[in-house]
């Protein structure tokens, strides 16, 4: 059963994931409020949706942390509807989770998108760098680490762009059935069942694992 009295924070809420993912967080009932992370606090007039700053966060019990990349103007909405909301940066990471976690915040789903090199080299399999590290040391009673396959760059402006893109486009042809690109709707279901069935420790979901948080539960488990 829901516990309507819990607030959630959506720190990244940009692009069509975010969208995705603040939409499926406000509309599961789950939560009381909902709260996006913004430059300054506002009412955007949505009910249970309020914005908040890092230094102006309200009491906290859980977080959905969606890093992007900031060069790459395409991860915004092309109609700004996502203008009012931070977009993180993988170096804001650890920064967040610390101010989310001194707001109350003990569970955690981090959606991290992956190069698909790295996925099927299973490099991937425990927490990497630095940030992930970071919120592993947090005192944080559940880390869950979603890795979607990396979208490639919307542009290719230059010689080394271009030969990356083509080599991307090698690695997605090469990529297993069993690892799908999972389309955002569908990720935003996922990371939000991966917060319902949080439990205790850190667990790692590469991408051919995501999609298997919309299985049914087993009887007693």
């Known amino acids: ?19 995705a993912l603040l939409n499926r967080v406000l509309a599961s009932g789950d939560y009381r409020t909902v709260v996006a992370l913004a430059q300054a606090p506002m009412a955007l007039g949505v009910r249970g949706l309020a914005l908040a700053s890092l230094v102006d966060l309200p009491r906290l ?30 170096l804001q990471v650890e920064a967040i989770a610390q101010a989310a976690c001194q707001a109350g915040a003990r569970r955690l789903v981090l959606v991290a998108p992956t190069p698909v090199w790295q996925q099927m080299g299973g490099l991937h399999g425990g927490l990497s760098g630095q940030a992930e590290l970071a919120l592993a040391a947090l005192p944080l009673s559940s880390l869950t680490v979603l890795r979607p396959v990396a979208a490639s760059a919307s542009r290719a402006s230059g010689l080394v762009e271009r030969i990356a893109a083509f080599y991307t486009s090698l690695q997605l042809l090469a990529m297993p059935r069993s690892m799908e690109i999972i389309p955002s709707e569908k990720l935003a279901r996922c990371a939000l069942e991966a917060m319902r069935r949080a439990g205790d420790g850190v667990r790692i979901f590469g991408a051919d694992r995501i999609s298997t948080l919309l ?7």
């Not at 059963?1 to 969208?19: D, K």
């Not at 019990?61 to 991860?75: C, E, G, I, Q």
């Not at 299985?215 to 488990?221: L, T």
């Open 1 to 19: 059963m829901a516990e309507m009295a819990r607030t959630a924070l959506v720190a990244g809420a940009v692009g069509r994931l975010g969208e």
């Open 61 to 90: 019990d859980d977080v959905f942390l969606l890093p992007s990349d900031s060069r790459d103007p395409a991860v915004r909405s092309f109609h700004g509807r996502d203008a009012p909301f931070v977009q993180v940066d993988a």
């Open 215 to 221: 299985d049914p539960v087993p009887e007693g488990a």
